[in-house]
């Protein structure tokens, strides 16, 4: 109740300060009735008329007095004051009584509306005697609020200047003053009068109204469950929340005390961006515009609670007091340091007297000093030649062990070059070995496939020509018997003819197949040489680089038989079997 006995005081305090003086000098008691009048209507306190004619007799000059009226507003009023009232309909009530005599006639960038905004902004902000002025940093406070909400850049250095300026004529500006500073647009340069409205508007809604957060959301219903868009207001103590932002439609209130939480919500029924406000009698889920905006909230009513569970005040009142301890603690520091100054500057003056007698003991010193220090300066000279000296061969022998590596280092290169080229000639010949061995394998495999299909042959052929020796004999038989089964064996013979000829392509396929496996192995035998000759010139290289790798070489081949069929397709011995069994199908047959 202090607190907001000394805030009423400031605003009383400009509306007392504007009511008209008669000719003694004094207000007249008609005026303060009025005043006390409606003071007790805005602040919905009893009014008694009893108590005040009582109080003003005209037989007491006290009380009439600019003196006299504080006892009567304590008792009568102030102490009666409960905080059921209206602030803003209060400030109002005083704005109208002072503001006419008070205001600049001039032409300034805000409205009467904005102006009567300052002016509770700087009751707010003022310090705590009279008359009532408002020093330099809350000015800075306030005009850096305003920059901020405008979304401006803040110019340190301008307002520096216009300190220094301030501080050389007064201490602080008054309030009129500071309307005067705000509607002249030093510090809003750039900015429309909206823009200028609107920031004021902010900045009062933050500090007096103690608004801490607002905007819309949708809110969803208890009975209905349906979702409806809502302006909420954010208080230290209360969440309020309005068909619009223009605050007349009034639809419900969310009471906050030290037992409610807030906790995030996943997304549900096509809403995002949701959260819980959980209270003792009742929850409400909220649904945020953005992910942004749910978290600003989310976090502004977490911080409002926990606030009630410290018993703390909110934030900018907490601000603006620790300020005020900040100015009255260097304020204290400052009448100390004044007091110690002087102690110094007395001290000061008997030390004044001890310093010229320890001067002249001084300059005897450095006469002195000087000589000690040419002495000095003449040994750091022989000192620095003979550093340098050293310094240069130091600077020789660095230079020849510079020399020594680099040389080491080029050795180096060109050995572990020479490595390289080995180790590359020596994956090169691995290759090459590599393609020989494969060659080697393929021709070996083309041999047996050639001698498998000469053997095939061979045995056909000697089959067939069994075959055809039997049928001659048959024929033979055949011209001996008689005439009608000679018909008979006739046609039997152009079968067997026909037969004959199917036999005789076959062999001719034969022949072609033999003719392509040849050349298979003639194509095998180039690659065997090809790869013979890379052996035999890897070996050449090898042995030019001091004989590292040793080749293997392929054992010496036995003379290749030459026959029908090829090249190397029978052994001597296989080719002497095959004719003596030729030699006894033949004489089977005959």
């Not at 005081?9 to 008691?29: E, M, N, P, Q």
């Not at 409960?82 to 409205?111: H, Y």
């Not at 204290?332 to 102690?343: G, H, T, V």
Request: charged share 35%.
């Amino acid at each position: 109740m202090v607190g907001l006995k000394e805030e009423l005081l400031k605003s009383i305090w400009h509306a007392f300060t504007a009511l008209d003086l008669d000719r003694s000098g004094k207000v007249s008691k008609s005026q303060l009735k009025v005043l006390s009048h409606n003071l007790c209507t805005v602040l919905n306190v009893p009014h008694d008329p009893v108590a005040l004619e009582e109080h003003f007799r005209d037989d007491d000059e006290g009380p009439v007095s600019n003196q006299g009226y504080m006892p009567y507003l304590n008792k009568f009023i102030l102490e009666k004051v409960q905080g059921n009232f209206d602030k803003v309909e209060f400030n109002r009530m005083c704005w109208t009584l002072c503001a006419k005599k008070n205001l600049s006639k001039s032409p300034l960038l805000i409205s009467d509306e904005d102006a009567f905004k300052v002016w509770v902004i700087f009751n707010f902000l003022s310090e705590d005697k009279y008359p009532l002025i408002i020093v330099p940093e809350e000015i800075e406070y306030l005009l850096k609020k305003l920059t901020e909400a405008m979304g401006a850049g803040w110019q340190q250095e301008q307002f520096d200047h216009y300190k220094i300026a301030l501080n050389t004529s007064r201490e602080g500006l008054s309030a009129w003053q500071l309307i005067d500073l705000i509607g002249s647009g030093q510090f809003s340069k750039g900015m429309d009068r909206q823009t200028v409205s609107m920031a004021i508007n902010e900045v009062f809604n933050e500090l007096i109204l103690d608004v801490l957060k607002q905007g819309y959301m949708l809110k969803k219903g208890h009975k209905r469950k349906n979702w409806t868009e809502r302006w909420f207001v954010l208080k230290p103590n209360i969440i309020s929340y309005y068909v619009s932002e223009d605050l007349r439609d009034k639809k419900g209130d969310i009471m906050l005390d030290g037992n409610c939480c807030v906790e995030a919500l996943p997304d549900k029924d096509g809403k995002k961006c949701l959260f819980l406000i959980k209270c003792l009698d009742k929850s409400f889920e909220i649904s945020a515009s953005d992910k942004k905006k749910k978290q600003e909230w989310i976090q502004a009513i977490q911080t409002t609670v926990n606030l009630l569970r410290g018993g703390n005040p909110p934030p900018h009142k907490e601000a603006r007091q620790k300020r005020k301890e900040l100015r009255q603690k260097l304020l204290a520091e400052q009448e100390e340091l004044e007091r110690q100054m002087k102690e110094l500057q007395t001290a000061n003056e008997n030390k004044q007297k001890e310093l010229e007698t320890v001067r002249k003991q001084l300059e005897a010193a450095a006469a002195r000093a000087a000589e000690e220090e040419k002495k000095r300066l003449q040994t750091q000279v022989e000192l620095q030649d003979r550093f340098s000296l050293e310094l240069e061969r130091e600077k020789m022998v660095r230079q020849k062990m510079e020399e020594q590596v680099a040389q080491k280092s080029s050795e180096l290169e060109q050995y572990l070059q020479r490595v390289r080229e080995l180790e590359e000639m020596y994956k090169q010949l691995q290759e090459a070995l590599e393609d020989e061995k494969q060659a080697r394998q393929d021709e070996e495999t083309v041999r047996k496939l050639q001698a498998s299909l000469h053997c095939r042959l061979l045995e056909e052929e000697s089959a067939k020509r069994a075959e055809l020796e039997k049928w001659h004999l048959q024929q033979q038989q055949t011209i001996q018997m008689t005439e009608a089964e000679k018909q008979e064996l006739e046609n039997q013979r152009l079968i067997k003819e026909q037969a004959l000829q199917v036999a005789m392509q076959q062999l001719e396929q034969l022949e072609l197949e033999r003719k392509e496996a040849l050349e298979q192995y003639e194509e095998v035998k180039k690659k065997l040489e090809t790869a013979a000759n890379n052996t035999k010139s890897w070996k050449d290289k090898v042995a030019h680089h001091e004989g590292l790798i040793r080749l293997i070489e392929p054992g010496s081949k036995n003379p290749h038989l030459i026959t029908n069929w090829g090249p190397a397709a029978f052994t001597e011995a296989e080719l002497e079997q095959r004719q003596k069994s030729w030699k006894g199908k033949k004489a089977t047959s005959e």
